[in-house]
């Protein structure tokens, strides 16, 4: 089969992959359904993040069965499955906490940019839907595996609960889809930062009820301008950055909660300003799993469509324009149909 392959900074092609088989008996393979391109594809592709070799590519999917292993068990061919970019086996200590991303046998599902993928720990790991889902709802379902999922813990981390007033920091589709979250969690006020109108359009149909142009230092002083002086409950960081892990918590008001999960680069905390910032930190990688059923079921009900973050559909091979056309922000998010 062929399937994506990073070489090096902005060089993405198609070529010829081995054809996942099953290796483990907890093994499954899923014919591809939709894949797309991750925010956090990009670190590599801009070469901020360093690849010593050609990597397969794609950690979002979804999909139907074709074959399982010998010991899967409520996995069966046929199935429309969706699962996370961390298989888990859903038993251990920290799944049953929730946190299903540091299962203590995780591992990384990192080349779905393909038409077959392999999924290990099928049983942890995947969810399937009631149903084969309509032709329409499966770009919805695509994003729980991921950045819906990743936008839900964000919210979750930050403790939004009915009637806060929450700040989203980061206008891509984890940020407007941690909009969506804290509307469907309660927030009654939620402030979306964003230079660009049409992501600031969508943040508003999603559940926004102020935008914030500016950044830094600036943006700080709006929001505080916005709360008189006290900043909010909850802020969802959903960038990565110095600047956007500064600006969260600097607009947290004391007491409050800040939801981090952007994958950080070159951030660093200093712990005396931390000491007396007085604010919640919670994040790291989202435990989609422990969401997929939550998520499904909201998205199955028809009381979120979170697909809408998809402006740009293209065949999986025409990938690289995918990359391009979000590293250029032409997209806000790529979604890719083998």
């Given at each position: 089969m062929r399937g994506a392959v990073l070489y090096g900074p902005r060089d993405v092609r198609f070529e010829e992959r081995d054809t996942p088989k099953i290796l483990k008996p907890s093994d499954a393979i899923i014919r591809i359904s939709a894949t797309c391109v991750c925010g956090s594809d990009l670190w590599p592709y801009r070469g901020i993040q360093k690849i010593e070799q050609p990597i397969p590519m794609g950690h979002e999917y979804c999909g139907i069965v074709e074959e399982v292993g010998s010991a899967v068990r409520s996995i069966k061919p046929g199935q429309f499955v969706i699962g996370s970019f961390f298989a888990s086996d859903n038993t251990c200590p920290n799944c049953n906490h929730g946190y299903q991303s540091s299962c203590q046998h995780r591992e990384f599902v990192g080349d779905a940019q393909a038409p077959f993928l392999r999924v290990p720990l099928a049983d942890g790991t995947l969810v399937s839907t009631p149903d084969a889902p309509p032709e329409d709802m499966i770009s919805s379902l695509l994003t729980v595996s991921d950045v819906m999922g990743t936008g839900w813990f964000a919210a979750a981390a930050a403790n939004v609960k009915p009637g806060s007033t929450v700040a989203v920091v980061g206008d891509g589709a984890v940020g407007l889809l941690g909009v969506l979250s804290a509307k469907q969690m309660g927030a009654e006020r939620i402030i979306a930062m964003s230079r660009h109108e049409s992501r600031q359009k969508l943040a508003r149909e999603f559940g926004a009820t102020d935008i914030v142009t500016e950044r830094g230092d600036e943006g700080v002083?709006?929001?505080?301008?916005?709360?008189?002086?006290?900043?909010?409950?909850?802020?969802?960081?959903?960038?990565?950055?110095?600047?956007?892990?500064?600006?969260?918590?600097?607009?947290?008001?004391?007491?409050?909660?800040?939801?981090?999960?952007?994958?950080?680069?070159?951030?660093?905390?200093?712990?005396?300003?931390?000491?007396?910032?007085h604010v919640h930190l919670h994040g790291g990688p989202a435990p989609v799993r422990h969401y997929l059923p939550e998520l499904i079921d909201l998205v199955w009900k028809g009381r979120v469509n979170p697909g809408r973050v998809f402006d740009l559909t293209l065949p999986l091979d025409q990938v690289a324009e995918g990359y391009r056309a979000m590293d250029e922000r032409r997209a806000i998010k790529t979604l890719l149909r083998p």
């Open positions: 002083a709006r929001i505080m301008e916005l709360t008189r002086g006290i900043g909010v409950d909850s802020v969802l960081e959903c960038v990565g950055t110095q600047e956007s892990m500064m600006q969260a918590i600097q607009s947290t008001r004391r007491g409050g909660y800040v939801g981090y999960v952007g994958v950080p680069h070159g951030v660093e905390l200093y712990g005396e300003k931390l000491f007396f910032a």
